[in-house]
């Protein structure tokens, strides 16, 4: 059976390649892959490294504080952070004022780790293939567009 232009099978709307969510999605997979070898010399996984970068913005944040800059669940927050922990980068220790309230603060192994790091965003616009000025620009873009999602829900 042929389809003809007005079929669901031709609408323009819905062609994989029209999709902004999709050229979102592989280029954050993209990215993601770009990082991962950068980040592997560090012994970091992607979504640690974002911690990091919370924490090396601003230390003796809370887990509630980084999962808001994070855009995340705390709860999926948790098992990252202990994994940080672990490995001696960050300590965890509860609030004096409000038991339920969990502080991270960077250890000294995690704030060394902060100047083996300097050179990952060279990497990344070198791989990126655009001037600096482009990429602030698209990031000025996403972060509007980000903005604007979110005001939506």
């Known amino acids: 059976m042929n389809a003809d232009a007005n079929t669901p099978a031709h609408c323009e709307t819905l062609l994989l390649d029209n999709q902004v969510c999709f050229a979102l999605h592989s280029t954050s997979l993209l990215m993601t892959k770009v990082y991962k070898p950068l980040l592997q010399a560090l012994g970091l996984t992607y979504p640690q490294y974002l911690?990091?970068?919370?924490?090396?913005?601003?230390?003796?944040?809370?887990?509630?504080?980084?999962?808001?800059?994070?855009?995340?669940?705390?709860?999926?927050?948790?098992?990252?952070?202990?994994?940080?922990?672990?490995?001696?980068l960050l300590k965890r220790t509860r609030s004096r004022e409000d038991e339920r309230v969990v502080i991270v603060e960077l250890t000294e192994q995690g704030r060394a780790l902060q100047a083996k790091a300097q050179n990952i965003p060279p990497c990344i616009l070198g791989a990126s293939g655009v001037s600096l000025e482009r990429l602030q620009q698209l990031q000025s873009e996403l972060i509007a567009l980000r903005d604007n999602l979110q005001k939506s829900l």
């Open 51 to 88: 911690a990091m970068l919370v924490l090396w913005e601003r230390d003796g944040l809370t887990v509630g504080e980084i999962s808001h800059r994070l855009l995340t669940d705390p709860g999926s927050l948790t098992p990252l952070l202990k994994r940080l922990e672990g490995e001696g």
